[in-house]
């Protein structure tokens, strides 16, 4: 089938995994609504273009969700984002050069135990330019991705030793449409769907240093390798309560990559009272009696009477 590839980078850095509890072990993060992760993301798609911009994920609720006949504990992810389209398509004229602008929305929904994705909605929208001549012609690009999984046994579950191994069996019921728009005309739409068994196996490595545009992190692999040889490496950051990056595999080269730009990660943030943190109720504080002292000092020197000029000096 036609796939969108690693753009939904989503389905590729959505399974934050890990809060650290020890040098040796790593807890499922506590997400809540208003965490969110931007990344960078680069990725390659099988039409030929390659996308540039960035991924937003946010996470929109918590609690009990039914996904393929199952209610789950699940988190709610929206995804968001958008970049600049370079490369080629390979069209009836022949291999034509293109470039645009590419835009994506979805949702994700995870386990909220093994945090893996149990559902995702994705939709990728790309409009620019075929470099034609004489002439240069639009083109518009349109993926609909819709994935349920069904877990059968779950091994992978946090707490995680590291270098703890396990195998998934999923069965996965999916629907895509794909259709590209180009020299006024429209090669037949494809239109995919059917049901997948798939097999992934698991593994969890001791923390390296990752550096990204949001700073460096320590951060633990999470290795998934897929039945065709496929595989992705994601960068678990505990502080971050989720991946500062993620690379994705073919077998024989790198496909896509995310790094972490900027995050919310509430669970790790300073507890709040009336919008404030202890620390800055502590200097309010201060800053409230200095002021008060100031007052009561100006008060009292307004109240002191003037002193009574005295009899007239006499000479001796």
């Known amino acids: 089938m036609r796939s969108i590839g690693f753009l939904v980078i989503a389905a590729v850095f959505l399974l934050p995994t890990a809060a650290s509890s020890g040098p040796a072990v790593v807890n499922g993060p506590l997400l809540a609504p208003g965490d969110t992760w931007t990344y960078r993301t680069n990725t390659s798609l099988a039409t030929g273009l390659s996308l540039d911009g960035h991924v937003r994920l946010t996470v929109t609720a918590h ?29 009836q004229f022949g291999s034509t050069r293109a470039s645009g602008e590419w835009t994506v929305s979805g949702r994700e929904i995870l386990d909220a135990h093994g945090l893996e994705i149990l559902s995702s909605v994705i939709d990728l929208e790309a409009n620019g330019t075929l470099h034609t001549n004489p002439i240069p012609l639009p083109f518009a690009l349109s993926v609909q991705n819709t994935t ?18 396990a195998s998934l069996s999923t069965r996965m019921n999916f629907s895509e449409d794909f259709r590209l728009v180009y020299y006024g005309v429209s090669p037949t739409p494809t239109h995919v769907a059917g049901l997948a068994w798939s097999n992934i196996t698991y593994d969890i490595q001791a923390a390296v240093g990752i550096d990204t545009p949001a700073g460096h992190f320590e951060a633990y692999p999470i290795r998934e390798t897929f039945a065709d040889g496929s595989f992705m490496v994601s960068f678990f950051a505990p502080v971050a309560g989720n991946h500062a990056r993620t690379e994705a595999h073919n077998g024989t080269s790198t496909v896509g990559t995310a790094d972490l730009v900027s995050y919310r990660y509430q669970a790790l943030e300073p507890p709040t009272f009336l919008g404030l943190t202890t620390d800055r109720w502590a200097l309010a504080a201060i800053g409230t009696v200095a002021v008060g002292i100031a007052l009561v000092w100006w008060y009292r020197r307004r109240k002191r009477p003037a002193a009574l000029p005295g009899p007239p000096q006499t000479g001796p």
């Open 63 to 91: 609690g009990a969700t039914e996904v393929g006949g199952r209610t789950y504990d699940a988190y709610v992810m929206s995804v968001s984002g958008g970049g600049s389209a370079t490369g080629t398509f390979a069209t």
């Open 148 to 165: 349920s999984y069904r877990l059968e046994g779950d091994p992978w579950q946090f707490p995680l030793a590291v270098g703890a191994t």
